[in-house]
């Protein structure tokens, strides 16, 4: 499957959800498109946790954490676009806009 140029907009929040033993949240805001490429802002995220359960849910924050480009690749379920947040994990897609759901382990 071919990924578009217009895959994202500028502007938009992605959303990567991973972990081992718990669940974890990244945000990023795309900034810039060239190509295939995307220039990404990793934001701050924000968890609210639920009493003393150790699941929560998870929402962006403001603060730019860093910046980086990387490449718009396709959804191996056909479900649009994404990208590689890091080097062997983190496949960020486009949030929704509802908090999302994370876990810890003590």
């Known amino acids: 499957m071919e990924v578009s140029k217009e895959a994202f907009s500028v502007g938009e929040m992605l959303c990567a959800t991973w972990g081992y033993d718990q669940t974890n949240a990244t945000f ?3 900034e810039k498109i060239a ?3 995307v220039q990404l802002a990793e934001v ?3 968890n609210e946790w639920v009493g003393n359960s150790m699941t929560g849910k998870a929402k962006p924050g403001e603060k730019v954490v860093k910046r980086y480009r990387r490449k718009v690749i396709p959804s191996s379920y056909g479900d649009g676009p994404m990208v590689k947040l890091f080097e062997s ?12 759901s994370v876990s810890c382990y003590a």
């Open 44 to 46: 701050n995220t924000v």
């Open 35 to 37: 190509g295939k490429f």
């Open 28 to 30: 990023a805001k795309v």
């Open 89 to 100: 994990y983190g496949y960020a897609k486009r949030w929704n806009g509802q908090p999302v």
